[in-house]
């Protein structure tokens, strides 16, 4: 070997065998207890709290001074899909990138203290996003794209543990963290796309050990209860139900909260069945300890257009009823009672023309003429992306609102038949025609503030989508930011524009805030991927480019 090739190669070699740099400084091991009740200072998990709120109690930047906001330090991140939740613990930042790339940082400076590289044997997980992490003990909990559950040394981000949860190769994988409730790390597998006899689930595992303590099917199974529903379909045929959302956590209740997506493929007429498809689009209730299901509420029974129901439950009470919301694609705001699954209330945006829903009951019915036929062409709003999708509302106790982003489009499609064979299936489209909505006014973003009570108190469009999640604090701000570019804080109440600032490319994953010192911080995230909801305005708004390239956190503060 030529001299120059065998230093670069011994180069590469040392680099990807590098030890981790450094150690964070002591760290408190994160309870129970404080998971339930965090530290105002910390961000413990991906909603910040365990109901799922995305709320704040930081105080320090307000709607009086949150123009004075600077940029203190910012962060690149690996390259991918970059759809991240960076969690903060006694002054440390663990962040993920793509590809399971965990770092830690010093939250007031950005300087790097140790990092985990996740190594594959393929090229199959390498970019894929980490949508959050969680944190246990003295313990950084990593759901990995290749279907395992990691145990990373706070301090150090050596392994603790590692257990093996489902096959990669056929597909299964995680893309969100998990929940950690009482010592349980409660995690939904992704990936459920392909007919295999195993179906998909929610496992909880020791979060000593790693060991698994039970495993729930997302899907009915053949002579089990809901079973029935899938028609005479064998269990290898029963695909989806993904549960690629992590949940929510009601300690009085003793219940965790979990959205499942829906069957696979796609259409009806697709995948075989006119059933219901139980546990599929559906809200379930289970016990921490042990998985079993209290009550489940199925939202959208026999779902045919890849209308997710899997996002975030948000646990509110209202009129001191203890509920439940979330909102799926088709942009309807679902409360149920979190203590019985009772369907409580249902507000329609008013932009999908698929489903009727009886405000009774909450029953649905498909509108006339929307049912998918094989190969022929169904126009229907809004698209696959959804009218809302993985990029989290967030509730604020001032207002009882929730602060939804939404992005305005439809579709043309042709639904096709499938592979019916072990390892077949998948959606089943074959044809995809996106434009923008007919009462859009020609902007593809919307940003909602929406009561508890469906009541909307004011709304933002912006020609390209909304697609980071939304922050809401104490000091009246709600943070978001747009496909464009832009990061905007804007008033709770009013709706009022209070800060922009432009970053090097989109404005994705979940901002945080956080505390050191007594100094708040506000952490956003830049980049690329994300599906749909960042291919779309490439196609229907051409005029507003950004760069390929740019993952990133940036944190902002007020001077000092």
């Known amino acids: ?31 129970d207890a404080m998971l339930a009740d965090p530290p105002p200072e910390s961000w413990l998990n991906w909603r910040r709290t365990l109901d799922g709120w995305g709320y ?44 399971n790339v965990v770092q830690a940082l010093d939250a007031a400076t950005g300087d790097l203290l140790w990092e985990h590289r996740r190594e594959f044997p393929t090229a199959r997980g390498r970019g894929r996003p980490n949508r959050s992490i969680a944190i246990h003990g003295d313990r950084i909990i990593l759901n990995t794209a290749d279907a395992n559950i990691v145990a990373l040394d706070a301090r150090t981000g050596e392994v603790a543990w590692e257990t093996e949860v489902a096959d990669a190769a056929k597909g299964y994988q995680y893309t969100s963290g998990a929940l950690v409730v009482d010592g349980v790390v409660i995690s939904g597998m992704a990936g459920c796309l392909r007919f295999w006899d195993d179906g998909c689930f929610i496992t909880g595992h020791d979060a000593a050990t790693g060991r698994e303590l039970w495993r729930t099917s997302t899907v009915a199974r053949p002579g089990e209860p809901g079973g029935d529903t899938w028609g005479d379909l064998p269990m290898m045929f029963r695909g989806g139900g993904d549960a690629w959302i992590a949940g929510s956590y009601d300690p009085a209740l003793g219940l965790t909260f979990w959205g499942v997506a829906q069957a696979k493929p796609w259409a009806q007429v697709s995948r075989r069945t006119d059933g219901d498809a139980l546990y599929t689009s559906s809200t379930l209730a289970l016990d921490p300890a042990t998985g079993e299901m209290q009550w489940y509420f199925q939202h959208l029974p026999g779902e045919s257009h890849d209308m997710d129901e899997t996002f975030e439950r948000i646990l509110v009470d209202v009129d001191g009823r203890p509920s439940v919301f979330t909102m799926g694609k088709l942009g309807i705001l679902w409360q149920l009672d979190r203590e019985t699954g009772r369907y409580i209330n249902a507000t329609d945006l008013g932009y999908q023309n698929i489903v009727d829903i009886d405000p009774e009951t909450g029953g649905m019915s498909f509108r006339p003429g929307m049912m998918p036929v ?29 602060y939804i982003p939404l ?24 044809f995809r025609e996106n434009f923008l909505h007919p009462d859009s006014g020609g902007n593809l973003g919307e940003f909602v503030a929406m009561h508890v009570s469906g009541e909307i108190l004011w709304s933002h469009r912006k020609r390209t989508p909304y697609i980071s999640a939304s922050l809401t604090t104490a000091g009246g701000l709600v943070f978001v930011g747009t496909f464009d570019r832009r990061a905007y804080a804007y008033d709770v109440a009013t709706g009022d524009e209070l800060w922009e600032t432009r970053l090097p490319t989109s404005v994705q994953g979940f901002p945080i805030t956080y505390s050191v010192d007594g100094r708040q911080y506000v952490a956003i995230g830049t980049g690329i991927g994300g599906g749909s909801w960042t291919t779309i ?13 740019g993952n990133g956190l940036f944190v902002f503060a007020l001077p000092e």
């Open 56 to 99: 704040s109690p930081l105080d320090q930047v307000t709607r009086d001074n949150v123009g004075d906001l600077r940029l203190e330090w910012s962060w690149a991140m690996e390259a991918g899909s970059q759809q991240t939740t960076p969690i903060v613990h006694d002054g440390v930042m663990y962040l993920a990138s793509p590809g």
């Open 537 to 549: 305005p490439l196609e229907l708004t051409p005029e507003k480019r950004r760069p390929n390239g």
């Open 374 to 402: 094989l190969d022929e062409r169904l126009e229907f709003c809004p698209s696959h992306s959804g009218l809302k999708s993985w990029r989290a509302m967030a509730y604020h106790p001032e207002t009882e609102a929730f």
């Open 407 to 430: 992005t305005l489009n439809c579709q043309r499609t042709v639904y096709s038949d499938v592979e019916w064979r072990e390892g077949g299936g998948g959606a089943g489209m074959v």
């Open 1 to 31: 070997m030529h001299r120059f090739a065998l230093l670069a190669a011994l180069v590469v070699l040392a680099a990807s065998a590098a030890p981790a740099l450094g150690q964070a400084p002591e760290v408190r091991p994160v309870t």
